[in-house]
């Protein structure tokens, strides 16, 4: 499953971007005081338009991917 994990987190990106909502960021509870004023997801939003969103994803070696992905 480890080498799928890229293809699985842009799966659930779209389906965040079809049904509305954003997950909330996993074990996010000690922000630098530096990011003041960055919307931090924190916890689960509802109802909103994701239009764009972009995905990444990091491997061992160096092997990284990003996609954008747009909905009209």
């Known amino acids: 499953m480890v080498?799928?994990?890229?293809?699985?987190?842009?799966?659930?990106t779209t389906m965040m971007q079809e049904k509305g909502f954003i997950s909330k960021s996993l074990n996010l509870d000690n922000v630098d005081p530096a990011c003041d004023g960055v919307d931090f997801v924190r916890e689960l939003r509802t109802g909103v338009k994701l239009r764009h969103a972009l995905s990444n994803a990091f491997a061992f070696g160096g092997s990284n991917a990003s996609i954008i992905m747009t909905r009209e």
Do not use: C, N, P
């Open 3 to 12: 080498g799928a994990t890229g293809a699985v987190e842009v799966i659930f």
